[in-house]
């Protein structure tokens, strides 16, 4: 197994001049070099093909001991340092100060087809900065991470991609709840891929300890080699570089409400500057159609974090991103102009989003009232927003509003609870919609292609994703093999795959893991 090692980030940025796993202050320094822990017994769960041929990994060497043993934190790549990143950020709106990859190590990064990939172990030990943590990872969150990745990158949603998954053949004491109840799990590791892994949270670092320096050097590195299209020069370039993380940030979290994607964990050192999620933790898929739904029981009360309420943190992510620039730019009016134009541009592009999700392809004014009526009697029927969806590409232009509502009632959790009052409002909803349709020239067989095309049918739910952790519990790694390969095609029927389409069960509907996830990993 051969693997270009091109470490740009380590050899161009300044270094912790510490080379010790030991937790501390790190001053002056992008990254600290660390030394993965060495696994007792590492054994290969699951490994994604796509990912490996992505960046120069053979199938047949997926299988080899030595691609086990490095992508467990066994052994090291020859001509490479790993290291662990050095940021801080806001975590529920707080400051929290330096934070880093306190269970994230950088084996390598390389190079393949003329494309650069950092290859990171999550779960591979601790780092300067773990604080108080042992750097390790759960099996259970390894198989979320890992599902969730490919998962989001088959539904076309910018994101960080899952290599392998790896048992590590130790046991890890993790508080699931964090109620005093700790148990020991099975350990594991990750191996986590993408072009690079810096946050917003690393530009906060180095404003808030005035290492300007240090910041410069890392703002012009991200735009050297990640945003390689900005060929200003002085202010200039910190500007337009802001206003492309800003566009990317945009983007991605239009697909996530597209999709029904729930982040759970939008802290400032969670967001991606290149507009990639990224660090999948608490996540989940709204269910039924809920926009004060987060999977995170740590936001249970503040709900900071939910459905509804994303675009808003996103936007609230980049005023703290643009405060930690403002000392390269020293002008706060391009740095409004683009936060300002922020909303504006998510309005537009949700607009754009949710008209090819009802299959409308004309502008029409009716349709921004038509989308938020639609929303509220989604939350009062208590409808599955990926079921509803699917569904809704099977109306037909010349379909009574009864029929119509007919052939979506199998997205409704109750449908025996569904007041009459409701039924009048999908009534009238199902008027205006049919109306909108016959205003469209094409055919119901052409908008059934395009709505299926952007609204998923099947997705990671989380029963689905505690079912293969059960089921790996007693070392049957089946669904896990299933569920990867159902969502490498999330928008095709597959036939054999059909008892995925379906509702969330009543027996996930409160069951930890199911519902509502910690932190604890």
């Not at 990745?149 to 004491?173: C, K, Y």
Request: aromatic residues 10%; proline residues 4%.
């Amino acid at each position: 197994m051969k693997l270009k090692v091109n470490n740009i980030f380590s050899s161009e940025l300044p270094a912790d001049t510490n080379e010790t796993n030991e937790t501390r202050k790190v001053l002056n320094a992008c990254f600290s070099y660390v030394t993965p822990r060495v696994p007792s017994n590492p054994k290969l769960i699951h490994v994604s093909e796509e990912v490996a041929n992505l960046i120069g990994i053979t199938k047949e060497e997926t299988q080899s001991d030595d691609f086990v043993e490095l992508f467990s934190g066994k052994k090291l790549l020859p001509n490479a340092k790993s290291y662990a990143m050095n940021y801080a950020g806001h975590q529920f709106g707080n400051w929290a100060g330096q934070l880093g990859d306190g269970r994230a190590i950088i084996l390598a990064e390389i190079e393949h087809n003329e494309k650069f990939f950092a290859l990171q172990l999550k779960g591979a030990g601790s780092t300067p900065y773990s604080r108080r943590a042992d750097g390790l990872a759960v099996l259970r969150s390894s198989i979320r991470e890992h599902l969730c990745s490919e998962a989001m990158f088959h539904l076309g949603v910018p994101t960080t991609r899952s290599l392998s998954l790896i048992l590590t053949g130790d046991n890890v004491l993790r508080d699931v709840m964090y109620n005093g109840n700790p148990d020991y799990e099975k350990g594991a590791v990750i191996c986590r891929v993408a072009p690079c892994f810096i946050r917003f949270g690393n530009f906060e670092l180095f404003a808030a300890q005035n290492d300007l320096k240090t910041l410069q050097q890392l703002a012009d590195f991200t735009i050297k080699h990640h945003y390689p299209e900005i060929i200003s020069k002085g202010k200039e370039k910190y500007i337009d570089f802001f206003k492309q993380v800003a566009h990317n940030s945009c983007e991605m979290v239009v697909h996530w409400q597209r999709v029904g994607f729930v982040h759970g964990v939008m802290n400032t050192d969670n967001m991606s500057i290149l507009g990639l999620t990224i660090d999948y933790g608490p996540y989940g898929w709204i269910d039924d159609y809920n926009p004060n739904w987060t999977p995170n029981t740590t936001d249970r009360e503040q709900k900071r974090y939910r459905f509804g309420n994303q675009p808003e943190i996103v936007l609230w992510n980049l005023f703290q991103l643009a405060n930690a620039l403002y000392p390269l730019i020293e002008e706060a009016e391009p740095l409004e102009t683009i936060l300002n134009d922020f909303q504006t541009k998510f309005d537009n592009a949700f607009l754009q989003m949710m008209r090819s999700k009802l299959g409308l392809t004309i502008d029409s004014k009716k349709d921004l009232k038509l989308i938020y009526q639609l929303q509220d009697i989604l939350q009062v029927s208590e409808s599955d927003m990926t079921i509803f969806f699917r569904e809704l590409s099977c109306v037909k232009k010349d379909y009574s509003p009864g029929c119509a509502i007919t052939s979506i009632d199998v997205s409704f959790y109750n449908p025996q609870e569904i007041k009459k009052d409701v039924l009048k409002q999908w009534e009238r909803w199902f008027t205006k919609y049919l109306n909108r349709l016959n205003e469209e020239e094409i055919s119901d067989e052409h908008r059934k292609t395009l709505m299926n095309k952007v609204n998923p049918k099947y997705v990671l739910r989380n029963y689905m994703a505690q079912l293969a952790i059960e089921a790996a519990d007693e070392n049957n790694y089946d669904i896990i093999t299933e569920l990867h390969e159902l969502l490498k095609n999330p928008y095709d029927e597959q036939a054999n795959f059909e008892k995925w389409y379906t509702k969330r069960p009543n027996w996930a509907k409160t069951k930890i893991g199911s519902s509502m996830l910690s932190c604890s990993s």
